[in-house]
């Protein structure tokens, strides 16, 4: 049976993790790659790097990263942030990345996606969206990091996407993120029950219950956290646990 | 050992590279006829569409000299599609190592999304291939199409039916799932690949 993923988020600038970790058993809480490592030893079963750094220079310390992430870590991972030409999907997959997230980019040229998913295929296209739901109840589309808000209701952006080829949605609740009060189950049950590709939920993660709703109501294929997994609050292995226990398929 | 990466116009290609590297392999990926004649063992891995990488292929003769090889050659999720006699992804006739046909999975109620992508068991293993690995492991899969279950089948797989997650004739092996990209489980298949008597 297709099990349910979990899948740990690090935030990355010039290299190094950001948001604080906590953990004794990795010699350097900010080096990606032993932190990367120990997730992937604990049946993390994919992850994800977000690069939150800037200009251009700086993006050539990423790609050297992910040549060494790949090198080191025999779980697939997608790399995002600031991707918006070929060339740079190009150069991640090359140096190993399994699968690349767009987002600005993508919703400011759509075509953006049928390039990159004609090129390289739909499998390795990730679309994440930053959603919010507003005071009317609709659930709309932020870009540039939530800084921007857009007209355009989460639904039909991710439709379009998705026939323009992506192979995987991201999305994350703004009104749930950081929170851990738990995520967004209407908008991502919405998703998963209407799309044909996989949803990742992501944002409000904050206890072992707060994953069981989102793949049993919300109806999610995977879950992405990042600050649960690097303040200990959730132990990987305890989480499969828990969720094989309450009946969801995941692998232990 | 000298190991052969075939190269062509799939993806996914260097991943199966850096998993060699992981386990300390060195490897060669390229598509020169004689290299690939000439290594221990051949990976012919790939992700991508079916029609335009036979295509590929065929315009190099590396059609021909995949299926002339005699040393182990193992075919990954593509690859090992290619392997197969025909693929419904855009009416292929493909390379005809193994008998088996490879299909669109079809949506139903219960299972609405295709591609499968994510973990999925591997069970009934046959084969060297799968020595140390138990029933029921593991591995990651990114497919639409898949191999119907038949006389080459040496792992099945469920997912909206049951259908082979691995195939075996003389000394061609395909596997449907990424051993690259499949943890501990993927290695050890890896690493049984490498150890089969050339």
Not at chain 1, 4 to 30: H, M, S, W, Y
Not at chain 2, 75 to 81: A, E, V, Y
Not at chain 2, 166 to 184: C, D, I
């Amino acid at each position: 049976m297709l099990t349910k993923r979990i899948i740990p988020c690090l935030d990355i600038k010039n290299g190094r993790t950001v948001k604080g970790v906590n953990f004794e058993q990795i010699r350097d809480a900010g080096d990606p790659i032993e932190l990367a490592a120990l997730y992937a030893s604990q049946g993390a079963d994919e992850l994800v790097f977000l690069d939150i750094t800037a200009t251009v220079e700086q993006r050539k310390t990423l790609s050297a990263l992910v040549h060494k992430i790949a090198h080191r870590i025999n779980i697939p991972f997608t790399v995002g942030g600031g991707i918006k030409t070929e060339e740079d999907v190009r150069v991640l997959l090359q140096n190993g990345a399994d699968k690349i997230s767009i987002n600005t980019a993508a919703f400011l040229d759509p075509l953006t996606i049928s390039r990159f998913a004609k090129q390289f295929g739909s499998q390795c296209i990730v679309l994440a969206i930053d959603a919010k739901c507003e005071s009317d109840n609709n659930w709309y589309v932020y870009l540039n990091g939530g800084r921007t808000k857009t007209d355009k209701l989460v639904v039909d952006w991710a439709r379009e996407a998705v026939d323009l080829g992506v192979g995987e949605i991201l999305l994350t609740s703004m009104n749930h993120d950081g929170t851990k009060q738990g995520f967004a189950l209407d908008i991502t049950a919405q998703l998963s029950e209407n799309l044909p590709v996989p949803i990742i939920a992501s944002g409000g993660g904050g206890t072992e219950a707060h994953f069981l709703d989102v793949f049993t109501k919300g109806k999610a294929d995977a879950a992405l956290a990042a600050s649960v997994f690097h303040y200990k609050e959730i132990a990987i292995p305890d989480l499969k646990q828990y969720l094989s226990q309450n009946g969801i398929a995941v692998r232990i | 050992m000298n190991i052969t990466i075939v190269q062509y116009n799939a993806g996914n290609i260097q991943s199966v590279l850096y998993a060699l590297e992981r386990l300390g392999v060195a490897a060669t990926v390229t598509d020169d006829p004689a290299m690939i004649q000439a290594a221990d063992k051949v990976i012919f891995p790939g992700v991508g569409e079916a029609s335009t990488a036979m295509a590929y292929l065929k315009e190099r003769n590396l059609d021909q000299l995949i299926v002339s090889l005699k040393q182990p050659v193992l075919g990954i999720c593509l690859g090992m599609q290619l392997m197969c006699k025909h693929s419904a992804e855009n009416d292929t006739k493909c390379l005809g190592i193994f008998e088996e046909q490879v299909l669109a999975f079809k949506a139903t109620e219960n299972t609405t999304k295709v591609p499968q992508v994510g973990w999925n068991t591997i069970t009934n293993l046959k084969t060297e291939l799968f020595n140390g690995v138990s029933e029921n492991s593991f591995t990651y899969f990114v497919h639409g199409f898949y191999a119907g279950i038949g006389t080459g089948t040496i792992a099945t797989t469920d997912y909206i039916q049951a259908y082979s997650s691995a195939l075996h004739k003389n000394n061609f092996y395909g596997v449907q799932f990424h051993p690259e990209k499949s943890a501990a489980v993927g290695e050890q298949i890896i690493q049984n690949f490498l150890s089969l008597k050339s």
